[in-house]
């Protein structure tokens, strides 16, 4: 008897491991091991109508994105599944002939592996790169890479006086009812100097009376900061000025402009939200554009546009597809014939509802690392990861046709100037925090509370 053994071939192993790479379980049906193919499939018809499910709910697809929770259940997910298509693939190709390193069909398997490991570490990396973008986006300008450990300006002179009282703790952050969020834009570009919120817009959801929106002019002048003292400079300095100085204002640079606003409009300020107008530019291309009706044309022949290049920017009133370039200026441009600080504010309201109400969850799945690193090196917040979803369930449920909409300028602000010709707006107090009451005090169409 020779002691050699003669090992089985079979040339339609890999077509065996085809099947099952397709669909795990179809290989052992092709193997007819029915009892093992049923066993293979299972997981596979789990996972495939869970998805189905996520998606047949509709909007609430594009808050559980934001979901840490929902991220950490996909990757966990997508490697069981990673496993289980492996061990599918790999029997179905053993059930015919024992792999051997000098055989082709062996190499047809090896690289079907290989693409099922492809394929599975794509939405892994996706799921851990977005959690990791969520927890640097809130840790509020405390990352090393972020926004707010740009350098500063030092300040010239303390436009504040009298003594600094102890920072209190902020509140914890509601988890029902309304929630007003500051979004600034930092003017940040290359040629600038400074770092100031040139923007500062507070947006609004309130189950009750709806979304709101209300901006406030850079140039308000003598803002309480809510601790008995008054901020004797231009509003959009004081985030530089609170990150540069803690000790005269110890809330900080975003806890200080939190504050300052909250106590301007009579409301608390919930949370902040801050973005350079580079990233801007970037994720409105990414998201491919955004649909704007212009309804008043801007003729700014003194325009500048990111580059520091005096282009000027001329727009006809009608229906455009804005990219981030066109965006950007359009959110910028104050000088055209008849517009000012005022028009400048209400187009960026206009702008900021027409990019929430066209993003959609095929938007952000598609442009994903676009948009993560975009996102990573562009914005802070003090939102907590854990309320992002929340958020984002109540921006999907509110009903954005009956947005509430206030710019603060006169007779709720009227301007004057210092001594040096500086112009400056002096806030009516009283008069903006009656009009912010009556406006989130009316009720509009019924906008649903977030699951």
């Known amino acids: ?30 193997n007819r091991d029915f009892r093992l193919a049923f066993l293979m499939a299972l997981p596979a018809v789990v996972v495939v109508v869970l998805i189905l499910a996520a998606t047949g709910k509709g909007s609430g697809l594009l808050s559980d994105l934001f979901d840490v929770r929902v991220l950490v259940a996909i990757v966990v997910v997508d490697v069981a599944l990673l496993g289980w298509r492996l061990v599918a693939i ?47 986006v809130s840790l509020g300008g405390r990352d090393p890479s972020g926004i707010f450990a740009r350098p500063f300006p030092t300040p010239t002179a303390r436009p504040v006086v009298g003594p600094v009282p102890t920072a209190e703790p902020t ?23 400074t770092m100031n919120t040139d923007t500062m817009l507070v947006a609004i959801l309130d189950p009750k009376s709806g979304p709101a929106m209300i901006s406030i002019p850079r140039d308000t002048f003598g803002t309480p900061l809510g601790d008995g003292r008054v901020y004797n400079a231009k509003l959009n300095s004081l985030l530089s000025a609170g990150t540069h100085d803690p000790t005269t204002y110890p809330l900080g640079g975003p806890g200080s402009l939190k504050a300052a606003v909250g106590t ?11 973005m350079d107008l580079l990233g801007f530019l970037g994720m409105v291309d990414a998201l491919g554009g955004v649909d704007v009706t212009v309804t008043r044309g801007v003729y700014d022949s003194f325009y500048y546009n990111e580059y520091d290049q005096q282009t000027g920017f001329y727009l006809d009133p009608g229906e455009y597809h804005f990219d981030g370039h066109t965006a950007l200026a359009y959110a910028r441009t104050r000088y055209g014939i ?16 027409a990019l929430v109400r066209d993003i959609t969850a095929a938007d952000l ?31 999907e449920k509110a009903d954005l ?15 004057d100037n210092l001594t040096d010709g500086t112009y400056i707006l002096i806030p009516d107090i009283a008069a903006i925090q009656a009009a912010v009451e009556a406006m989130l ?6 906008t649903p509370a977030p699951d």
């Open 365 to 395: 799945l598609l442009n994903l690392p676009t948009l993560l690193a975009l996102v990573g090196d562009s914005v802070a917040s003090d939102i907590p990861v854990e309320h992002v979803p929340y958020l984002a369930r109540m921006l």
């Open 441 to 446: 005090t009316v009720e509009s169409g019924p």
């Open 171 to 193: 509140p914890a952050p509601p988890i029902s009812g309304r929630v007003a969020v500051l979004l600034v834009g930092i003017d940040s570009l290359p040629q600038r100097s």
């Open 264 to 274: 301007l409009l009579g409301i608390q300020i919930d949370y902040m939200v801050a």
């Open 1 to 30: 008897m020779s002691g050699a053994t003669a090992v089985h071939e079979d040339d339609r192993a890999p077509l065996a491991a085809l099947l099952s790479f397709l669909i795990p379980g179809l290989g052992q049906a092709y």
């Open 90 to 136: 790999i029997q179905a190709h053993a059930a015919r002939e024992p792999a051997r390193p000098r055989r082709w069909t062996t190499w047809v398997t090896v690289l079907l592996v290989a693409a099922t490991i492809g394929m599975h570490l794509v939405p892994a990396w996706y799921a851990t790169a977005t959690i990791n973008t969520l927890n640097s």
């Open 338 to 353: 008849g517009d000012n600080d005022f028009t400048r504010a209400a187009r960026q309201q206009e702008l900021l509802e």
């Open 401 to 415: 046709s009956t947005v509430e909409r206030l710019v603060i300028q006169y007779p709720l602000a009227y301007s």
